[in-house]
Structure formats: C-alpha cells, structure tokens
C-alpha cells in the first residue's frame, strides 16, 4: 500500500482503518467484485469433482450419476443450471461493477 494517495492520507494523519475503508476499498471494489464473481464460478464448477469424490448429495453428484446412468435429459438440465448461473452471476457482477464504479460509467 505505497500508492500516492494512500500515502497521503497517512501523512494527514488518517489511521490505518480509514484509509482502509475511505481510499482503498472505493479503488478496489471493482476487481473485488470480478475476483469474488470468478470465485464463486471455480467454486461451481469443482463442485462436480468434490461431490462425486466425497459422495455429497449435490447438482454435481446428480451430473455425474446421470452421465453414467446416459440419462441425457439430466445432464441437458444440469448443464444448463450450471451455465445459466454463470451467466447469471457474470452479468450481477457486471451490473454491480456499473452501479458502484465511477470509473467503468
């Protein structure tokens, strides 16, 4: 935290918390919220992975059984859950970046 501005805010004598929360974060809310979104859909797309090696009861598990069972209108469903969510949550997080970053307007 070496930027010129934060910089300055200490040289005023801000604390640590208010520049945290006053210069910082207004700065880094947009990234925070693209890397938050792109966590969330690596999160989504393990969750195959670790329900099938787990044996959690999940919409992972459910592809995997239906993809070895070759029930195809499943794995259509499934898929299309899965991709409409990261449709869904990619433009949420687009539309969140907009509303709260002067900067993308």
Do not use: C, Q
């Not at 210069?23 to 693209?34: A, S």
């Not at 992972?60 to 993809?67: I, P, S």
């Not at 070759?70 to 509303?99: E, H, K, P, Q």
């Amino acid at each position: 935290m070496n930027k010129e501005y934060i910089l300055l805010a200490r040289a005023k004598g801000a604390g640590e918390m208010t520049i945290l929360l006053r210069h910082v974060l207004p700065n880094i809310r947009g990234t925070l919220l693209t890397v938050t979104a792109l966590a969330w859909t690596s999160m989504l797309e393990g969750a195959v992975l670790t329900e099938t090696v787990f044996s959690w009861p999940g919409i992972g598990r459910y592809l995997t059984t239906a993809l070895f069972a070759g029930d195809t209108t499943a794995i259509m469903g499934g898929t299309l859950l899965i991709g409409v969510s990261f449709v869904l949550i990619n433009n949420l997080t687009d539309l969140l970046v907009r509303l709260t970053d002067p900067r993308v307007r």
